[in-house]
């Protein structure tokens, strides 16, 4: 079976066909997802359990493309298998080692902070329930709600006990992504310089009349 085959048999693999110059740019869609994010009906904790044992299948690098896979249902980011082109280059290894530890770091920081979030919560809901003497559950069995303004009242509270965590955060994110892209150019340049030396190079060795 050829790796393409085999990642669509593991559901939910794409490819994407690379650019010369692709550009690595930050990935904020699932802070939002994560704070506005309401557990609150036994249906949406079935689906996020059913979510957690979908397949691990990794498949191998291609020369040619790039590997996207479904979100993590922890940090909601989508894992990508680098392309490793053929006589890469140093510098590109360097580069890629680069993005694949940077999405490594970016998954496990949203990984513990949706985990946080979501625990701190439930804890926050609970509380609130027992302050006004109701249970969890409702007679049908299904999980109690606060509304909107109570809740605003934790999201509030979340975002200032973890201002400092994300704002060192964005700082290492964009100091990542400088030498990210500073790479890129590099190679570009080195790629632009290669092939004018390869025209100068076969103009010269042409024979005149």
Known sequence: MSSRAAAVAAGGL???IR???PFHVPLFPHRSTAVKRRLCSSEQATQQDSTAKRS???PAPSPTHDWIGPPHPLSNLRPIVYRVPDNESELEKRLRH????TEDWNHEFWAKQNISFTEEKDAFIISQLKAKGLSLRDEQGRRRCLNSEEM???YKSFLDKNRIRHADYNKEWYRRNF???LLMARIALNNMWRTISDRHNKRSSTPTA
């Open 152 to 154: 605003a009242v934790f």
């Open 179 to 181: 030498t990210i892209t």
């Open 19 to 21: 650019t010369s110059v």
């Open 98 to 101: 680069l993005r694949q530890e």
């Open 14 to 16: 794409t490819r994407r």
């Open 56 to 58: 691990t299948f990794r």
